[in-house]
C-alpha cells in the first residue's frame, strides 16, 4: 500500500522507500553517461550528520550551477528529473541532494519536528560548500526552489545568503501561513484531523487564531517558548468551540514544523531583495494561491522580481492529474520558461 508524499499537509502518494535509491515519483536522468557526476559529501557539524548528493555538469565548459531545494516530503538526489535534464540539456550544471533521514544522507526525517528552519541549516552548508569550493570559483550559483523549499531558501536570505539567481516556483509569499487557509478553500487538505468541524467558515476561525498566536514570533530553538504559545491559543481556541471532540490525536498546529511555517513573514525580505527573482506559478494551482500570492509579490515593486503565471498548469507546473508517475513531469513550456531566464541571467 502506498505510503504519504505531503506537500505541507496536503497529501500526494508515493511508495516507502527508505533504504532505496529513489522513490516512485523520481527517476534516474537518462543518458547520464553525456555528462560527469560527482558524488559530494558535507557535514553538519551542530548536528553530527552527514549529507550527500550528486553534482552533474556538463562535459563542455559551462558558467552555471543549479541547486534544486525539493518540497515538502522525503525527496532524495533524483528529484525533478525532467527539469533536471533539460538544464543539462542546456550546459547548465545540476546538484541534488538527499534530504536529512533520506536516501544516503543521515540524521532522521521527521514530519512533526524537521522543521524548514533546519532544512534551511542543511541547505546553508550544502550552499557554502559549493559556493567556497575553488573549483567552482568562477561558476554562477543559483537556485531553483519548489512550493515549501522556496520558504526554505527565503531564510537563507533572511541570513544574509546571496546566490546569483533564484526561481521560486509556487512558493507561498504571504505571512504567517495564508497558503494553508488556501488549501481548505480548494479543498485539496480539509484538514480532517486536527479540525473536526462541519464548517469550513469555523474550521478558517480556528486556524486563525492558531496563525494570529504564532504569527511574528521568532521561537525556533525554544520549545518552552512554543509549549507557552500553543497553550495559549488552544486556550482561546477552546472559547470557540475547538474541544477535544474536535479533533483526533494532534490539534491543529501541534507539531513543531506546523509552528515554524506560520510564524514565518518573508514579505519584507521579497520586497528588498536585490537577487534577481523568476516567481513561476500555474493558473490552476490548488496548493498555493496564485492570484493572492502574485498580487502580493506586485504590491512590494521590486523591479528584481518577474512573475510568471502559466495558463493551465498545476502546482508542479503540469496540465496532467497529480500521481507518483506524472508529479515531476514538467510542461514544456514551463522548462523552457525556467531554462532560458536562467541562461539571461
Not at 522543521?115 to 567556497?132: G, P
Not at 507561498?172 to 481548505?184: A, C, N, T
Not at 513543531?256 to 521579497?270: A, P, V
Amino acid at each position: 500500500m502506498n505510503s504519504i508524499k505531503t506537500l505541507v499537509f496536503v497529501i500526494f502518494f508515493s511508495i516507502s522507500c527508505l533504504g532505496q535509491d529513489v522513490f516512485q515519483y523520481e527517476k534516474n536522468i537518462q543518458y547520464i553517461e553525456n555528462y560527469n557526476s560527482t558524488d559530494l559529501e558535507f557535514i553538519n557539524s551542530k548536528e553530527k550528520i552527514n549529507l550527500y548528493g550528486t553534482l552533474i555538469e556538463p562535459k563542455n565548459q559551462y558558467d552555471k550551477i543549479i541547486i534544486i531545494v525539493p518540497g515538502s516530503g522525503m525527496d532524495t538526489r533524483n528529484n525533478h528529473y525532467q527539469l533536471t535534464e533539460n538544464l543539462l540539456q542546456n550546459n547548465i550544471a545540476v546538484f541534488r541532494y538527499d534530504e536529512r533521514g533520506v536516501g544516503k544522507s543521515e540524521g532522521k526525517f521527521s514530519t512533526a519536528n524537521y522543521t524548514i528552519t533546519d532544512m534551511a541549516n542543511d541547505l546553508r552548508i550544502i550552499y557554502d560548500s559549493l559556493k567556497n569550493n575553488i573549483f567552482f570559483s568562477t561558476k554562477q550559483i543559483g537556485l531553483i526552489s519548489h512550493s515549501q523549499g522556496g520558504m526554505v531558501t527565503m531564510i537563507l536570505i533572511e541570513n544574509g545568503i546571496q546566490p546569483d539567481f533564484l526561481v521560486q516556483w509556487a512558493t507561498p509569499v504571504q505571512k504567517h501561513g495564508e497558503f494553508l487557509k488556501y488549501q481548505l478553500r480548494t479543498g485539496v487538505n480539509k484538514f480532517e484531523n486536527e479540525l473536526i468541524f462541519d464548517s469550513e467558515e469555523k474550521k478558517l476561525e480556528i486556524m486563525g487564531i492558531f496563525h494570529q498566536a504564532f504569527g511574528g514570533t521568532s521561537t525556533e530553538n525554544d520549545w518552552e517558548e512554543d509549549l507557552k504559545i500553543s497553550k495559549e491559543a488552544l486556550k482561546k481556541a477552546k472559547e470557540h468551540g475547538y474541544t477535544e471532540k474536535n479533533y483526533n490525536r494532534f490539534y491543529y498546529g501541534n507539531f513543531h514544523s506546523w509552528k515554524h511555517l506560520l510564524k514565518k513573514d518573508f514579505e519584507n525580505t521579497y520586497a528588498t531583495c536585490k537577487i534577481p527573482i523568476l516567481y513561476i506559478i500555474g493558473s490552476n494551482d490548488l496548493y498555493i494561491d496564485p492570484k493572492a500570492e502574485v498580487n502580493k509579490l506586485r504590491s512590494f515593486q521590486n523591479n528584481k522580481i518577474e512573475i510568471i503565471i502559466i495558463n493551465g498548469l498545476n502546482h508542479y507546473l503540469t496540465n496532467e492529474d497529480l500521481s507518483p508517475d506524472s508529479m515531476y513531469n514538467i510542461d514544456i513550456e514551463a522548462k523552457k520558461t525556467i531554462t532560458d531566464w536562467i541562461l539571461k541571467q
